[in-house]
């Protein structure tokens, strides 16, 4: 299992609410990952970060933000949450320069906005 | 631009009997590629990768996966299945020459093996 973290695992929210998701890795990576997974299983990458201070946005479009201010922590905020954000969210880091750059996952935050 | 294809939605094996899950992917130059195994409520655990070299790859819970260039193919394979190798399982890829290590997955392959 990887050093990777996220809280909560299960989130139910009303519509209109701000959420914060954590996610904390102790591996020291630089570049952190934030992935929207379908009820369809598909993962989409949403956002994603080179390194402290560094934030981009992903291939799928979305409403929330990202903040990189410490190596290990990259939250994910929802300033308004609405039922289309309903979906489970994974966090991923990785090491650089390593060969090969795979992700470690963390174990994910379902959010279900009613 | 780089994709994976999994063309299975769900695969099928009778515990004991081998097992193969399929992928095939798109990338203009040599691949980095990677297999991914989910379980219920859980986030992905990596399995195995290829970078170079040979062309079979041994990975974790004695899943391994072969690289074949011609058929742009990277299927993973195990010799005996297990019921609790049941899961969801990712392909994915990456262009070593992009800048970022963005990794592109494919869509997902459940795995049903029956006792």
């Known amino acids: 299992e990887a050093d990777i973290y996220q809280t909560p695992r299960y989130l139910v929210i009303g519509t209109g609410k701000k959420i914060t998701l954590e996610c904390s890795q102790t591996?020291?990576?630089?570049?952190m990952y934030w992935y929207q997974q379908d009820p369809g299983m598909e993962l989409h990458l949403i956002h994603y970060s080179y390194g402290v201070n560094s934030t981009e946005k992903g291939d799928l479009s979305s409403e929330s933000t990202v903040s990189r201010i410490r190596t290990e922590h990259f939250p994910l905020t929802l300033e308004s949450a609405r039922p289309s954000h309903t979906s489970q969210y994974l966090c991923a880091s990785s090491e650089s320069p390593r060969l090969g750059y795979e992700q470690y996952f963390g174990p994910g935050t379902r959010l279900t906005v009613t | 631009a780089q994709s994976v294809a999994q063309p299975e939605d769900q695969v099928n094996v009778a515990e004991g009997n081998p097992l193969t899950v399929k992928c095939t992917y798109s990338?203009?130059?040599?691949?980095?590629l990677f297999w991914y195994v989910q379980y219920p409520n859980r986030g992905l655990q990596f399995l195995l990768k290829y970078i170079t070299g040979d062309n079979l790859v041994k990975g974790s819970y004695g899943f391994e996966a072969e690289f074949n260039k011609s058929q742009t193919s990277f299927h993973l394979k195990k010799p005996s299945a297990l019921v609790s190798d049941s899961a969801l399982y990712f392909c994915?890829?990456?262009?070593?020459?992009?800048?970022?290590?963005?990794?592109?997955f494919g869509t997902g392959t459940r795995l049903l093996v029956s006792p």
């Open positions: 994915a890829v990456r262009d070593p020459r992009t800048g970022f290590q963005k990794l592109v």
């Open positions: 591996m020291g990576h630089d570049k």
């Open positions: 990338v203009s130059g040599n691949p980095y």
